[in-house]
């Protein structure tokens, strides 16, 4: 593998290119660490110091940007609004025939609908910035994170003036464009999935200070446990995300002008783990909604608020509670039923097929084969389902039996994208040797 690396660096155009991309990736990091205009720098890593080891309303997205939407720096947002905004585009497929029409056009389609994206990711930049600021001057951005009311978390902004919070939420919505024209930067000139590796780079920036806070609290032979786990975790993962049912499918010949198509045998890959990350974002994103009605219902005064809002916050906050774990894992479950319902249409692929002459051997074309196809579909997705249900309970049994938080680094949404986007990358990186007459990474 070292000879391999070796020869990537070797490779002119290869090496300018992960260089370039090493690049974007520090500017990107750089920008975390930024504060945002009229944010007091010192309270705020006050208040960060505080809050290390408690969890939250704002944990996911905080894991997203890499730690920068509790520093208020003007990447706050982090990569964030561009998820939301490409999932809604792709739910938006749906219900609207139109963007069903510009995907099946292909390119022209297909710029059309990023087109769409970019505007909404600005839009949705617009609303979060204002969220977050709105929390941030109220005082309640650490207290919702679960950490102690310390008084410098009632002081974040200098200033609370309207043209101050405007210049923040400019601030803000413009560090999400700049996020989103360095991911495509790395897309064209650089390696990978751009949007995918500012992600993969805002997760592993905090994996040591996961394992730092593990080995402070629990010691070294917890912390010794912990990696040891991990290793096994990342194993199992990388095993079932390659892993997936390949059905055969074979093209008749056919005869157009003077030449001979098809004949030759090809497969369908359907992937154990089809819907990715994603219904474990929209878990998570569902069960923070009751800790955020409970956050606005409970009394400003300090008094005793509601019982419905002491069983919420008593249930449905820290994520350590057996009520939350069951709801969470079932609300994966679904929602990876759904997510693959939409990405995968089996009457499509089962169309496309009969138009170029495919056939799956021992299913007749048509309707035939999209059902077969879907038969195979539910199968596989329930394995899938349990699959991504254990991973993303991995960081609530670590909060509860080691102390960790929810972004411990060895399970849920981080170790998942972890090691899709690395072996994606991986890939990319073997084809554009391969494509150089040289052994790739991969054997």
């Avoid at 990091?29 to 007091?40: E, K, T």
């Avoid at 585009?89 to 609207?96: S, W």
């Avoid at 087109?115 to 969220?131: D, E, N, P």
């Amino acid at each position: 593998m070292f000879s391999a690396i070796a020869r990537i660096f070797k490779t002119r155009d290869l090496r300018r290119k992960i260089l370039f991309t090493l690049a974007i990736v520090a500017v990107f990091r750089l920008g975390s660490f930024i504060p945002a205009p009229f944010v007091d720098y010192g309270n705020v890593q006050a208040c960060i110091a505080a809050n290390q080891t408690t969890t939250g309303l704002y944990q996911l997205v905080n894991l997203f940007s890499g730690g920068a939407l509790l520093q208020l720096s003007i990447f706050a947002l982090g990569i964030m609004p561009y998820i939301t905004a490409s999932i809604i585009v792709q739910l938006l497929r749906v219900v609207i025939p139109h963007f069903e029409a510009l995907y099946k056009e292909g390119q022209a389609g297909q710029s059309k609908l990023t087109q769409y994206t970019r505007y909404l990711t600005i839009a949705l930049g617009v609303l979060q910035s204002t969220t977050l600021i709105t929390v941030a001057r109220s005082g309640a951005l650490f207290s919702a994170t679960g950490g102690p009311a310390l008084p410098q978390c009632q002081n974040l902004l200098t200033s609370d003036t309207w043209y101050a919070i405007l210049l923040m939420v400019i601030t803000m919505t413009a560090g999400t464009g700049l996020i989103m024209w360095l991911g495509e930067l790395i897309t064209e000139r650089g390696v990978g999935n751009g949007m995918s590796l500012l992600i993969f780079t805002s997760i592993a920036a905090t994996f040591p200070g996961a394992l730092g806070i593990i080995f402070e609290t629990q010691g070294p032979n917890t912390f010794i446990m912990v990696l040891l786990v991990g290793v096994l975790i990342m194993g199992l993962v990388v095993f079932v995300e390659q892993s997936q049912r390949r059905i055969p499918v074979q093209y008749a010949k056919r005869m157009v002008g003077r030449r001979m198509y098809g004949g030759q045998s090809t497969y369908i890959p359907i992937k154990v783990n089809m819907a990715g990350v994603v219904p474990v974002i929209f878990a998570s994103s569902l069960l923070y909604l009751p800790a955020l009605v409970a956050q606005f219902n409970t009394p400003a005064d300090g008094s005793t608020p509601p019982d419905w809002v002491l069983w919420v916050q008593a249930n449905f906050t820290t994520g350590d509670h057996p009520l939350y774990m069951l709801v969470f894992f079932l609300l994966i479950v679904g929602f990876t039923y759904f997510y693959v319902a939409i990405t995968f249409n089996p009457e499509d692929v089962a169309d496309n097929m009969k138009k170029y002459g495919g056939f799956i051997p021992g299913i007749r074309a048509g309707r035939p084969t999209a059902e077969y196809l879907d038969y195979v579909l539910t199968r596989i997705t329930f394995p899938g389902s349990i699959y991504l249900g254990l991973v993303a309970l991995i960081p609530l049994i670590a909060l509860a039996t080691v102390g960790a938080n929810q972004n411990f680094p060895f399970g849920g949404a981080s170790i998942l994208i972890i090691v899709g986007v690395g072996l994606e990358t991986v890939r990319q990186i073997d084809a554009q040797l391969q494509q150089r007459h040289y052994e790739g990474l991969i054997r």
